[in-house]
C-alpha cells in the first residue's frame, strides 16, 4: 500500500502498487494525456513502470525540459528503428538527446543522401501511426552481448560488454527493434507526436577516435508540439541568413584557410572592428582600475607543471622541443604569466586589489571536426584579466567584474543575459575545503548582488569555480561569454603572495576574468546578432559617399577628408555606375550610411543621407551629417 506524496505536499494512499500513468490518470485526463515520464525521489522513471513503496513523485509533462528530452531520446530509437527497417544491414550504435535535438551513429556503406532523409521522416511517422509500446527489459550482460552479436550488432554488443558483469542491462523492445538504454522512455511510440524533422547527415568517428571506422550521424530535432518545431525551423532559417561566416565574406572582413586551420585571416575592414572593440574595452578597463600588460605566448614547460595545466589540459597544448632539448608550449591561457608579473617586487596588503588585463593570443587545440567559422577556433585573442585580492575583498571585487560584465554587454545590445554558477569539476587542483571556500565566496558575491543564477554543477575550472555569462540572441540561440572564477589554487601552486597587515606572507586570493571571451568569438556572435547590420560606432566602414556624376568627384573628396578629420571611417565610391547600382552594393556589404552626392549637393554643400535598411533619404548639409553621425558614434547608440 505506497503513500504516494504529490508536489503540492498532498498524499495519496493506494492499495497495491501503481505507476505514474495511473496517477497522472487520476488526476486528470489532461495531465495524463501530456504526461511523458515520471520523478519517483527525484529519479525519472518510466510512467508504466510499478511504484510499489512509499515514494514523492512529479509527473513530467512533454514541454518541460526533462520531457523535452525525452521526446528527443525516443525520436533518436524511433530514427533507428526506421534505418533498420529500410535498411536492415544497417548496424546501429549511440543515439542521444542533444541540445534542441537528437542524433543517431549509423555504420553503413552507402551515404544518406537528402532523399533518404525524407524516406527516413516519412518512416519515422509511420512507427509513430502504429504506436507500438515500448516495453522496459532487464537482461543479464552477458545474454545481451551474446544476441546483440546473434543479429549483426557488432557496436551494440561491444557497448555492452564494456560494462560492468554486475550492473543491470536495460534494453528497450518497441515492436521488432530492441535497443539498449538507461531509459526512462515513453510508454508507446504514438506519444512521441509528429513534432519532427531530421536535419542533416555528418561524418562521427566511433567512439570518438580517429583511428576508429567513420560512422554516418543522422541529426533532427524534436519539439513538443508543431508551433514549437516551426519556431525552430524559422530560427535555423535566420541562423543561416545570419551565418557569419557568409557575411564575413559579403562583408569582406576575414576568411579561412586549410593551411592555417582555426585561425582568422584578418582583412582590413575585419581588422578595423576587432581594434574597435579592443578600444572600447580597454577604455572600460582603464576606467575599472585595471593595467594592462602582455606575456610571452611560448612559455617553458615547467611552467604549466606548476600551474597545473599540463596535467589537466595538456591534450589541448600546442607543444614544441627545441635543439637543445627544451620543451616549450604555446599558452592556451594567460592566467600563470599574469601570476608571474604579479610576484615581481613586493606587494603589500596595501596594494591590494591588484587589476591586470591583457589582449592575450592563446592557442589551444581543437579536433578538426569541432572547428566552426570564428565561433569554435584553435587560435584566439581572449580579453583576460586577473584581480589579485585578500580574501576579505573577493565580494566587492566579484560584484564590481559582474556589473561591469553587464554594463559592457549592453553597450552592444545585449539585454537578456543569464548567470550560471559552476562548481567543482571531477578533475581538479586543491584540497576540498579551499573549493568550499571559493564556492561560498562567488556564491555571497552573487547574494549580495542581487543577481539571478542557475546552477551548472560539475563545470568549474580545474582551478576554481566559476560563473558563466550566458547571452540570449535577437534569434533567441545561448551564447557563453564571460566568465569569473574564484582561484584560491594556483597562487600557491605558483608562488604567489603579498605582505598581510601583521607583516608575514599570505597567498592572495586570484579571480579571472574575461568579457568577450574570445575576440573572434564574440565577433562571430555580433555578426549573427546584428545581421551584419552591426551599429555605426562598430562598423568596419561606416560612410561610403557615392557620387551621382562624375562633376561631383571632388567634392565626395572634400567630404570624405572632413568625416575622416572628425574620426569617421570613411570611404569614396567614383566609379562610373548607376546610383542605384553602388546603394545597392553597399548596402548588401551592410555599410550603415550612404551619403549620395550629384549636382545639387555640390551647389549646396549638401549630401543625400540614406540609412541601411531604410528606402527614405533626406538631403542636409555636410556640416549637420557629420555632426549628427559623429554623436551618434560617441555616444555609442
Excluded at 481 to 495: S, Y
Excluded at 523 to 552: M, R
Aim: aromatic share 8%; glycine share 8%.
Amino acid at each position: 500500500m505506497p503513500n504516494i506524496t504529490l508536489p503540492d505536499g498532498s498524499v495519496r494512499e493506494y492499495d497495491a502498487a501503481t505507476s505514474g500513468a495511473e496517477i497522472a490518470e487520476s488526476i486528470g485526463k489532461g495531465l495524463a494525456k501530456s504526461a511523458v515520464a515520471v520523478r519517483v525521489d527525484g529519479e525519472l522513471w518510466d510512467l508504466t513502470r510499478d511504484i510499489d513503496a512509499d515514494a514523492a513523485i512529479e509527473i513530467v509533462t512533454r514541454d518541460s525540459d526533462d520531457g523535452l528530452e525525452l521526446l528527443r531520446h525516443d525520436a533518436a530509437h524511433v530514427l533507428a528503428e526506421a534505418v533498420k527497417e529500410i535498411w536492415p544491414e544497417t548496424q546501429v550504435t549511440i543515439g542521444p538527446a542533444i541540445e534542441n535535438g537528437f542524433y543517431y551513429d549509423f555504420s553503413r556503406e552507402e551515404p544518406f543522401t537528402e532523399d533518404d532523409l525524407e524516406t527516413i521522416e516519412a518512416r519515422m511517422k509511420d512507427i509513430v501511426d502504429r504506436n507500438e509500446t515500448i516495453v522496459r527489459e532487464v537482461w543479464d550482460r552477458d545474454e545481451a552481448v551474446k544476441f546483440f552479436r546473434s543479429i549483426g550488432e557488432e557496436y551494440k554488443a561491444e557497448i555492452i560488454a564494456a560494462i560492468p558483469s554486475d550492473e543491470p542491462i536495460t534494453l528497450y523492445r518497441q515492436g521488432e527493434f530492441i535497443d539498449l538504454c538507461r531509459g526512462p522512455h515513453l510508454p508507446a511510440t504514438g506519444k512521441l507526436g509528429k513534432s519532427f524533422k531530421l536535419t542533416h547527415v555528418s561524418g562521427a568517428y566511433w567512439r570518438g577516435d580517429s583511428a576508429n571506422e567513420m560512422l554516418q550521424r543522422v541529426y533532427g530535432t524534436a519539439w513538443a508540439n508543431d508551433k514549437q518545431l516551426r519556431q525552430y525551423l524559422h530560427m535555423l532559417e535566420e541562423a543561416e541568413k545570419r551565418d557569419h561566416r557568409r557575411l564575413g565574406r559579403i562583408m569582406d572582413l576575414f576568411h579561412f584557410q586549410e593551411e592555417a586551420p582555426g585561425a582568422v585571416f584578418w582583412h582590413p575592414k575585419g581588422w578595423a572592428l576587432f581594434q574597435t572593440l579592443i578600444a572600447f574595452m580597454r577604455e572600460q578597463q582603464n576606467a575599472a582600475g585595471y593595467r594592462e600588460i602582455n606575456t610571452p605566448e611560448l612559455v617553458d614547460r615547467s611552467l604549466w607543471e606548476a600551474s597545473g595545466h599540463w596535467d589537466s589540459f595538456g591534450d589541448n597544448m600546442f607543444t614544441s622541443e627545441t635543439v637543445d632539448g627544451r620543451h616549450y608550449a604555446i599558452k592556451p591561457m594567460n592566467c600563470p604569466g599574469h601570476v608571474q608579473v604579479f610576484k615581481q617586487g613586493i606587494t603589500s596588503y596595501r596594494d591590494l586589489p591588484v587589476r591586470l588585463a591583457e589582449f592575450g593570443k592563446c592557442h589551444r587545440y581543437e579536433p578538426s571536426g569541432a572547428l566552426h567559422g570564428m565561433m569554435r577556433v584553435r587560435a584566439f585573442t581572449q580579453d583576460d584579466a586577473h584581480v589579485f585580492c585578500t580574501p576579505e575583498q573577493i565580494t566587492d571585487e566579484s560584484i564590481a567584474v559582474c556589473n561591469l560584465i553587464l554594463n559592457i554587454y549592453r553597450s552592444f545590445g545585449f539585454e537578456d543575459v543569464r548567470i550560471k554558477f559552476a562548481d567543482r569539476p571531477e578533475v581538479r587542483v586543491g584540497e576540498d575545503a579551499v573549493w568550499d571556500q571559493a564556492e561560498s565566496a562567488l556564491l555571497k558575491a552573487l547574494e549580495v548582488a542581487g543577481l539571478e543564477y542557475t546552477h551548472n554543477p560539475g563545470e568549474g575550472a580545474f582551478y576554481g569555480p566559476k560563473l558563466e555569462f550566458v547571452l540570449r540572441d535577437a534569434i533567441g540561440r545561448d551564447w557563453q561569454c564571460g566568465t569569473l572564477q574564484v582561484d584560491l589554487n594556483m597562487p600557491g601552486r605558483l608562488g604567489a603572495t603579498y605582505i598581510g597587515e601583521d607583516g608575514e606572507k599570505h597567498l592572495p586570493v586570484m579571480l579571472h576574468r574575461a568579457i568577450f571571451g574570445s575576440l573572434e568569438r564574440f565577433i562571430g556572435i555580433l555578426i549573427e546578432h546584428h545581421a551584419g547590420n552591426l551599429p555605426l560606432w562598430l562598423a568596419p566602414v561606416q560612410v561610403k559617399v557615392l557620387t551621382i556624376t562624375s562633376e561631383a568627384d571632388g567634392f565626395a573628396h572634400e567630404v570624405v577628408e572632413t568625416l575622416r578629420a572628425a574620426g569617421l571611417r570613411a570611404e569614396a565610391d567614383l566609379r562610373n555606375e548607376k546610383i542605384s547600382y553602388k546603394v545597392r552594393e553597399h548596402s548588401v556589404a551592410k555599410v550603415p550610411v550612404l551619403l549620395a552626392i550629384g549636382g545639387r549637393e555640390v551647389e549646396m554643400k549638401s549630401v543625400a543621407v540614406r540609412r541601411l535598411g531604410s528606402k527614405e533619404q533626406r538631403v542636409v548639409s555636410l556640416d549637420d551629417a557629420v555632426e549628427t553621425l559623429v554623436a551618434e558614434v560617441t555616444n555609442r547608440a
